[in-house]
């Protein structure tokens, strides 16, 4: 599996503090069965990471993934605040995406009222980025107004639930919100959004057994990301699986 959303840098955000505990992730990402493992800090007011720190960080947790044998391939990126995009210069913008391609994780308030958010998405597809939003059914503002979230994937966005949310880890809302976008089809990719090993660690097989069938598992946590990364045309979602429904019995 491609990991497109982890805490996964030492001392940089509210993931691990030291490069062991960068390890400690990267040795249980690796034994579920993720491959591809993108590290995406917080770019925020709060912890205002950049693209060249991220990358300097990035080798060095490669060069001990090497040193200690663990096949782990890590890619640079960011969770980028969304609150936060209108300070940041446009090359740093195209310097914080995923894997340098042309996708960016935006990541959306956790406040109810969120005046503003649909344009300033509106406004990086207008500037030629692609939008991955993160968790947007961790996001109360989505909550009271699914259509505007809607009306953005129709225009291109796409989404990445966070694998807890499945499995009830952030509440019922959540759980609730990520799985009616699953069955609308709004949702198309789901990342663990790691910050350790242990507590929020890098495993999704609970969360893809909640999602649906193997083939939309796939799809979400391959074929996406994979297209995502390498900017190339995301593929067809497989066809629904309905329930066989029922012949009634009918009477002589
Ligand atoms: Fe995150």
Redesign the pocket.
């Given at each position: 599996m491609i990991d497109l959303?982890?805490?996964v840098l030492p001392g940089i955000d509210d993931g691990p503090k030291t490069i062991e505990g960068s390890l400690e992730l990267a040795r249980v990402a690796l034994a579920s069965g993720i491959s591809t493992l993108l590290a995406?800090p917080?770019a925020s007011s709060r912890y205002p990471n950049d693209a060249q720190g991220i990358e300097q960080l990035v080798e060095q947790v490669r060069e001990r993934l090497r040193e200690q044998g663990i096949a782990l391939e890590l890619r640079a990126g960011a969770?980028i605040a969304i609150t936060r995009i209108a300070e940041i210069a446009p090359a740093e913008l195209h310097a914080l995406s995923l894997g340098g391609g042309p996708w960016l994780l935006v990541?959306p308030p956790f406040t109810p009222i969120a005046t503003g958010v649909d344009s300033i998405v509106r406004d990086l597809l207008r500037r030629g980025h692609r939008v991955l939003l993160?968790?947007p059914e961790r996001c109360p503002a989505f909550h009271r107004d699914p259509e505007m979230l809607a009306l953005l994937v129709r225009e291109g966005v796409l989404t990445s639930l966070?694998a807890g949310s499945l499995t009830g880890q952030f509440g019922s809302e959540a759980r609730r919100f990520a799985l009616g976008l699953l069955e609308s089809e709004l949702a198309h990719n789901i990342a663990s959004?790691a910050?350790d090993h242990l507590r929020r660690p890098p495993v999704m097989d609970a969360a893809l057994e909640a999602a649906g069938p193997p083939a939309l598992g796939e799809w979400l946590t391959r074929e996406v990301p994979a297209a995502i990364l390498g900017g190339e045309e995301i593929p067809i979602r497989p066809a629904a699986v309905t329930r066989p429904r029922r012949v009634p019995w009918r009477r002589r």
């Open positions: 959303h982890s805490h995406t917080h969770e990541e993160a968790h966070t959004d910050h």
